[in-house]
Nanobody
């Protein structure tokens, strides 16, 4: 069993930055890919970024490349999403998830409860 707890969301203005944190726990999570997804009101959940189990490989959605950066502290079993130059269209609930596949896979087995990010114009 894997538990994922997100934190760091909030209300910011366009152009501001936020850093989201995903604290992962469970016997096998150290070998899992960790990913970030988001879901805006009335829209489907979409992939944002993923980081490999060792923190050495990352994958970002085109919509956030150059603005968002995913990273991982292997010793702490924690993943981060640094979000810069935020836009109103980044407003969503952000979820952390874990996968036993690579960063290019799309099967995520465990999900956190989500953290709200709201960007005002």
């Amino acid at each position: 069993q894997v538990q994922l707890v997100e934190s760091g969301g909030g209300l910011v203005q366009a152009g501001d930055s936020l850093r989201l944190t995903c604290a992962a726990s469970g016997d096998t999570v150290s070998g899992h890919t960790l990913g970030w997804f988001r879901q805006a009101p009335g829209k489907e959940r979409e992939f944002v970024a993923a980081v490999s189990w060792d923190g050495k490989s990352t994958h970002h959605a085109d919509s956030v490349k150059g603005r968002f950066t995913i990273s991982r502290d292997v010793a702490k079993n924690t993943a981060y999403l640094q979000m810069n130059s935020l836009k109103p269209e980044d407003t969503a609930v952000y979820y952390c998830a874990s996968s036993r596949t690579s960063i290019w896979g799309n099967v995520y087995d465990y999900w956190g409860q989500g953290t709200q990010v709201t960007v005002s114009s």
